[in-house]
């Protein structure tokens, strides 16, 4: 008899929090709520829930544009909550506001959330592979308010000659498909990119993949026509001028390697149909395979012109 009391006794004291439990089962609406641009979450509009379920991240709405309100009523909250979930939530008693007032939340844009959306956007649009973009402001940035969530940058006029150490540029940033605002920057650039430079003085004729030659971070736009191909393992490449030790390797600076030097006898082949003459002629320039360069009769003193076929043999067409 004891027992069958005491089985009676928990299961009245089990009933009781139960019914307790639904009783606080209450979500409290809030009169008014800021969002991002990420939408509108139930979480974002209910304050201090006292449910035995955990408060589901619901999105029930887009967000409202920057500058502007939505306006959500309970009735309309309960059915966009209806439409994704489950039936635990539909016996959910609701209190609080009647209506929910809902508006973007802002924060101020300053200079290093500007210089770090238009460095993104340059480097991926203009710069490229070229280097790693750096740019300062040289002009003082006033904040601004913009709205919470992704914003975009996008850049509507540059300079003709693209990015380049100190230049003037129009940009504009939009939320989403709205324009928060268009400004002027003036900026100062730097891309930065590990160029060759000869550690000792190198000479004309040396193999580039010889020369003594290391790697060092330069602002390349103060740089420009740098040979970017090196470390290079190609022994048909040479250096065309003396450079000294110190002074960055040019494009000017490397060349690909003549099979034929100039004032050096090679032979002319002149070929027409089936018909072939040779003769010896002196080079009056360097030659690379392929490359077309100026020979000499020196018994006439004629002056032809031969593509290079190798090291001793240029080819003339008649």
Same mark, same amino acid.
């Given at each position: 008899?004891?027992?069958?009391?005491?089985?009676?006794?928990?299961? !009245?004291?089990?009933?009781?929090?139960?019914?307790?439990?639904?009783?606080?089962?209450?979500?409290?609406?809030?009169?008014?709520?800021?969002?991002?641009?990420?939408?509108?979450?139930?979480?974002?509009?209910?304050?201090?829930?006292?449910?035995?379920?955990?408060?589901?991240?619901?999105?029930?709405?887009?967000?409202?544009?920057?500058?502007?309100?939505?306006?959500?009523?309970?009735?309309?909250?309960?059915?966009?909550?209806?439409?994704?979930?489950?039936?635990?939530?539909?016996?959910?008693?609701?209190?609080?506001?009647?209506?929910?007032?809902?508006?973007? *939340?802002?924060?101020?844009?300053?200079?290093?959330?500007?210089?770090?959306?238009?460095?993104?956007?340059?480097?991926?649009?203009? !710069?490229?592979?070229?280097?790693?973009?750096?740019?300062?402001?040289? *002009?003082?940035?006033?904040?601004?308010?913009?709205?919470?969530?992704?914003?975009?940058?996008?850049?509507?006029?540059?300079?003709?000659?693209?990015?380049?150490?100190?230049?003037?540029?129009?940009?504009?940033?939009?939320?989403?498909?709205?324009?928060?605002?268009?400004?002027?920057?003036?900026?100062?650039?730097?891309?930065?990119?590990?160029?060759?430079?000869?550690?000792?003085?190198?000479?004309?004729?040396?193999?580039?993949?010889?020369?003594?030659?290391?790697?060092?971070?330069?602002?390349?736009?103060?740089? *420009?026509?740098?040979?970017?191909?090196?470390?290079?393992?190609?022994?048909?490449?040479?250096?065309?001028?003396?450079?000294?030790?110190?002074?960055?390797?040019?494009?000017?600076?490397?060349?690909? *390697? $003549?099979?034929?030097?100039?004032?050096?006898?090679?032979?002319?082949?002149?070929?027409?149909?089936?018909?072939?003459?040779?003769?010896?002629?002196?080079?009056?320039?360097?030659?690379?395979?392929?490359?077309?360069?100026?020979?000499?009769? $020196?018994?006439?003193?004629?002056?032809?012109?031969?593509?290079?076929?190798?090291?001793?043999?240029?080819?003339?067409?008649?």
């Amino acid at each position: 008899m004891k027992t069958l009391k005491t089985i009676f006794y928990c299961l !009245v004291l089990a009933l009781a929090q139960t019914a307790r439990a639904e009783q606080t089962n209450t979500w409290q609406l809030a009169g008014a709520a800021q969002v991002d641009g990420s939408g509108i979450f139930l979480d974002q509009i209910v304050v201090n829930p006292t449910s035995s379920v955990v408060l589901p991240h619901l999105r029930l709405a887009e967000s409202p544009n920057s500058g502007q309100t939505v306006s959500l009523s309970r009735n309309q909250i309960i059915e966009l909550v209806q439409k994704q979930t489950t039936s635990e939530l539909l016996t959910t008693n609701w209190s609080g506001a009647a209506q929910v007032r809902v508006s973007r *939340r802002t924060h101020q844009f300053v200079d290093s959330d500007l210089i770090d959306l238009l460095t993104a956007t340059l480097q991926k649009e203009f !710069v490229k592979t070229r280097g790693d973009l750096e740019l300062h402001l040289t *002009r003082p940035w006033t904040p601004v308010q913009v709205p919470d969530g992704p914003l975009t940058l996008k850049v509507s006029e540059l300079p003709a000659g693209g990015v380049c150490p100190n230049f003037v540029l129009t940009c504009e940033l939009w939320d989403g498909r709205h324009s928060v605002g268009s400004w002027q920057i003036a900026v100062q650039a730097s891309v930065w990119h590990d160029i060759p430079l000869a550690r000792s003085t190198l000479t004309r004729g040396q193999l580039v993949k010889d020369a003594d030659i290391s790697m060092e971070r330069r602002d390349v736009l103060l740089q *420009r026509d740098i040979f970017q191909h090196y470390p290079t393992t190609d022994d048909t490449l040479e250096i065309s001028e003396n450079v000294p030790a110190g002074t960055p390797v040019f494009n000017r600076c490397v060349r690909v *390697r $003549p099979l034929i030097q100039r004032g050096h006898i090679v032979e002319a082949l002149f070929q027409e149909g089936s018909l072939s003459i040779s003769l010896k002629v002196e080079t009056l320039e360097d030659g690379a395979l392929g490359q077309t360069v100026r020979v000499r009769n $020196p018994i006439t003193k004629r002056e032809l012109y031969g593509k290079v076929q190798n090291e001793q043999t240029v080819l003339i067409n008649l």
